[in-house]
């Protein structure tokens, strides 16, 4: 496996005491899998990746548990270590590309510079892999896009510069947190299909953070649906969709809209809202919204075994 995360518990000191964002987060991912993380927002999906990332930088952050990588445990390291081992063998894209690029630098010039930072290379050798990157990416004109900055590109191209930005080392592992999400349908496919092609040519595992399971359907291997901090159901992708066992995971898929068979009058919702983490309740934290709570749910339930994994009673869960 190149990542191993145990019981992974990430929580924060507020003025009213200690708030528990990740409970008990335990997953892995093999050399060049495709991991979905689906959930609504709240549910730890950027969380769990900023700590593997190692940016929870907040002094009043407390992480638990084990995140090794390629057997080496990342918890714990020091910052250096971390700067070393982040942008060369794991890479992030973020959410958002214009805040994650800097607006007064080029393009070109913030691909470059980390490619200095890790590899020793020339400015010219660095620029030139910063033009072959963008021209890999998609870009258009790549040796024109060098130079121009990142309010200049639209919002598809600004994505495709920073998945250009992650892949400049080669990594071998690559977390992607909604990279899609404010990109039309079209921009939409396009980055996913960049995506696949990128996956089967570098080799690289990729972590594909989202909440919208379409979009799992077309791209990951297997997935892991999180709610309130904790892990609801894993399993391979064919299984999860054909036979969702979670609650949860069944009025995910029920909210999105069907693409063959009858229309539906109106398409299901899930009722309530997500729990404030500083206030979750008894037992199952997706009981108050369950249509099929009972007795038990007063309890916490556990994963069940692989490999189609649920923390539900309904299931078994013990």
């Known amino acids: ?37 689906v959930g609504e927002s709240g549910s730890g999906k950027t969380m769990t990746v900023l700590a593997v990332m190692g940016l929870i930088t907040d002094p009043n952050a407390v992480i638990e548990g084990s995140i090794k990588f390629r057997g080496r445990e990342l918890v714990g390291l020091r910052p250096r270590e971390m700067r070393d081992l982040r942008g060369r063998e794991i890479a992030m894209i973020f959410q958002d590309p214009m805040t994650a690029l800097t607006p007064v630098y080029t393009i070109g010039w913030q691909i470059a510079e980390q490619i200095l930072t890790h590899e020793k290379v020339s400015k010219k050798a660095a620029w030139d892999r910063a033009i072959a990157l963008l021209a890999e990416v998609g870009i258009p004109r790549p040796e024109e896009a060098v130079h121009r900055y990142p309010h200049q590109l639209s919002g598809g191209m600004r994505q495709r ?41 570098h080799g690289s595992a990729i972590v594909f953070i989202t909440h919208d399971l379409g979009v799992m359907a077309e791209l990951a291997d297997r997935i892991m649906v999180m709610y309130a901090g904790r892990i609801v159901e894993r399993a391979a992708r064919e299984p999860l969709f054909a036979d969702p066992q979670h609650p949860y995971t069944v009025a995910l898929l029920n909210s999105i809209p069907p693409l063959e068979g009858a229309r539906p009058h109106r398409l299901q919702t899930i009722a309530g809202a997500p729990p404030s983490l500083s206030n979750l309740p008894q037992g199952c934290a997706f009981g108050p919204r369950c249509p099929k709570r009972f007795a038990a749910c007063a309890a916490r339930p556990r994963l069940t075994l692989p490999p189609h994994e649920t923390a539900c009673f309904l299931t078994g869960a013990p």
């Open 1 to 37: 496996m190149i990542l191993q995360v145990t019981d992974l518990r990430v929580s924060f000191r507020t003025e009213h005491g200690m708030v528990r964002v990740l409970d008990g987060v335990s997953f892995d991912v093999a050399e060049g899998e495709v991991l979905g993380i």
């Open 161 to 201: 510069a920073v998945i250009a930005m992650a892949l400049t080392c080669n990594p071998a592992l690559l977390v992607a947190d909604e990279p899609t999400t404010a990109l039309d349908v079209t921009v939409q496919a396009q980055i996913l299909d960049l995506l696949r092609k990128l996956q089967a040519t």
